[in-house]
């Protein structure tokens, strides 16, 4: 079966970096179009980035500059490597692999990894 596994995720202060890492199996990754989304306490699932199978990547607004997403198809890894992070970074975050729709959208993805925290402190 498809398995999506976070990891990477800690406590840093504000202006650090944290590299995440998704390690997938069950699919074929090289042509799959794959994600990360976060969820802050109280809030929905929200789309962070997203790298398609043929290279395109895509950012929400708040993390352009900040954020890196890339893929490493040989070894069937999606990275997010986040620099000059912020309190409102904090949240869980999760890797996502596209299975219909729009790229944005979390109902878009039905596979989904467990989730690894990224606390920044002030």
């Known amino acids: 079966q498809v398995q999506l596994v976070e990891s990477g995720g800690g406590l840093v202060q504000a202006g650090g970096s944290l590299r995440l890492s998704c390690a997938a199996s069950?699919?074929?990754?090289?042509?799959?179009?794959m994600a990360w989304f976060r969820q802050a306490p109280g809030k929905e699932r929200e789309f962070v980035s997203t790298?398609?199978?043929?290279?395109?990547?895509y950012y929400v607004n708040s993390v352009k500059g900040r954020f890196t997403i890339s893929r490493d198809n040989a070894q069937n890894t999606v990275t997010l490597q986040m620099n000059s992070l912020k309190p409102e970074d904090t949240a869980v975050y999760y890797c996502?692999?596209?299975?219909?729709?729009?790229?944005?959208?979390?109902?878009?993805?039905?596979?989904w990894g467990q989730g690894t925290q990224v606390t920044v402190s002030s």
């Open positions: 069950g699919l074929a990754f090289s042509s799959q179009t």
């Open positions: 790298i398609t199978w043929g290279g395109r990547i």
């Open positions: 996502a692999a596209f299975t219909s729709g729009i790229y944005t959208s979390r109902e878009s993805y039905g596979y």
